[in-house]
């Protein structure tokens, strides 16, 4: 066990990791060495930062808890503390269940760990990060909480209303992440595209984007979780016009059916939908749509996902995650509707949903083949160099190869290089 070391877990999405960053940098101004999502956690205290968003969400955050409460039991461990959305959410629940957790925060005062650990937060390290990422790309988070009530979603319970971050503070941490080496920039929010509008009811997002672009040394923006309905239209105009803002936007639709629509309360209709999807390829030729889709939500006919399907094969997403809907405690479909949809059917659904994006995937990526673009370089793990193009976000799309024996490249690096194949999920290229 060593002394003044913390262990700091990380679970859940990009929001949470922006707020283990921002604490991390304060322990460390305290004199504590930090270890983040350590295979081997060897820290005298450890703090686990949960996410309490769906089933297997919580179900992974409980069970990293019960392995920490075992090795303090154990005597390999003195502190442990938990933070984040699950404990935001069922903080006296989980004090009854696990006693051997020291003390439980939620979301939004995890800083007073500082003080339970007898040390006062540094005024000139706040809304500072230790990264964990590679140290070329970073996460932007610009605003906390959502004003959206989509029936199914717990997160405007966990995390409240929607907060914009004053634009002159989010620009000044962007030249201060480039000062620190930070190329490439995930901007990320609950709700990126309604930016601003608790500011002075205006979107801000397309202004906010492009005083980010202007910053030098800003090689790359993309841009995660816009809503499909009021989509600021000007945000395409920033997209077009400057280079360095991804042809790429992370845009969560959920189904397509009116009545699900409706009954989800997305507050936007089938039209609407194929509308903005015309639209934003018109407006942003080669522009790369990720997606996230549901199955299973209450009352979904097997009429209402072949329409799924059928826009699915319409769409011809870039990037398309899916999953099958999980009632979550206090929203508005776990107390008006009735989980009615047998889970082998969700689960039949979603192969089935899943099946037919790989094909339009394996489709798309192969039209790729002789094509030449920018790639960054993230990691080189065995014969490969391991990349990304302005298309493909961390962790969650298609990377592309480039042979580590033809050419030495340095992590966090742009080339220019021509594709020579392609995968269902990946690329393969050689650098020109």
């Given at each position: ?86 404990s935001q959410r069922y903080q006296k629940e989980l004090e009854e269940e696990i006693p051997q957790v020291d003390k439980f925060y939620g979301k939004f005062n995890y800083k007073e760990l500082l003080k339970e650990l007898g040390k006062s ?188 399907m059928e826009f699915t094969r319409w769409a011809r997403f870039e990037r398309m995650g899916a999953f099958a809907y999980s009632e979550e405690d206090g929203t508005y479909s776990a107390i008006h509707y009735k989980d009615d949809i047998p ?90």
């Amino acid at each position: 066990m060593k002394k003044n070391q913390i262990d700091i877990i990380t679970l859940g999405c990009s929001k949470n990791l922006v707020d283990s960053e921002l604490l991390m940098k304060q322990f460390e101004a305290n004199g504590f060495h930090c270890t983040h999502d350590a295979k081997n956690p060897q820290g005298e205290i450890a703090v686990i930062n949960t996410c309490g968003f769906i089933g297997d969400a919580k179900e992974e955050s409980i069970n990293t808890i019960l392995e920490f409460a075992q090795a303090k039991e154990e005597g390999r461990l003195n502190k442990l503390y938990v933070m984040g959305c699950l404990s935001q959410r069922y903080q006296k629940e989980l004090e009854e269940e696990i006693p051997q957790v020291d003390k439980f925060y939620g979301k939004f005062n995890y800083k007073e760990l500082l003080k339970e650990l007898g040390k006062s937060e540094i005024p000139e390290c706040n809304g500072m990060r230790h990264i964990t990422t590679p140290h070329h790309y970073a996460y932007l988070k610009i605003s906390e909480g959502c004003d959206r009530h989509c029936a199914y979603c717990a997160i405007p319970i966990i995390t409240g209303k929607h907060v914009s971050r004053p634009k002159e503070e989010i620009l000044d941490e962007v030249r201060q992440l480039v000062r620190d080496g930070v190329k490439e920039f995930q901007v990320i929010a609950q709700e990126l595209t309604y930016y601003g509008v608790d500011i002075d009811g205006k979107r801000h997002i397309a202004d906010l984007i492009r005083d980010m672009a202007d910053i030098k040394g800003v090689e790359w923006i993309r841009l995660h979780y816009a809503y499909p309905n009021q989509f600021p239209m000007e945000l395409l105009d920033v997209m077009r016009e400057k280079d360095n803002v991804c042809n790429y936007l992370d845009i969560a639709l959920q189904h397509i059916s009116d009545k699900m629509l409706q009954s989800m309360h997305r507050h936007v209709t089938k039209q609407e939908t194929m509308e903005l999807i015309t639209k934003i390829r018109e407006e942003v030729p080669g522009i790369h749509l990720r997606t996230t889709l549901m199955v299973g939500f209450p009352g979904e006919t097997e009429e209402d996902f072949q329409e799924l399907m059928e826009f699915t094969r319409w769409a011809r997403f870039e990037r398309m995650g899916a999953f099958a809907y999980s009632e979550e405690d206090g929203t508005y479909s776990a107390i008006h509707y009735k989980d009615d949809i047998p889970e082998e059917v969700k689960q039949q659904r979603l192969s089935e949903l899943m099946a037919l994006q790989q094909e339009i995937s394996a489709e798309i990526e192969s039209a790729k083949i002789g094509q030449t673009m920018k790639v960054v370089i993230d990691r080189k793990e065995g014969e490969y160099y391991i990349g990304r193009s302005e298309f493909c976000s961390p962790e969650v799309d298609p990377e592309v190869l480039v042979n580590a024996n033809e050419k030495r490249l340095r992590i966090g690096s742009f080339h220019q290089v021509r594709i020579t194949d392609a995968t269902e999920f990946d690329l393969y290229a050689e650098v020109i």
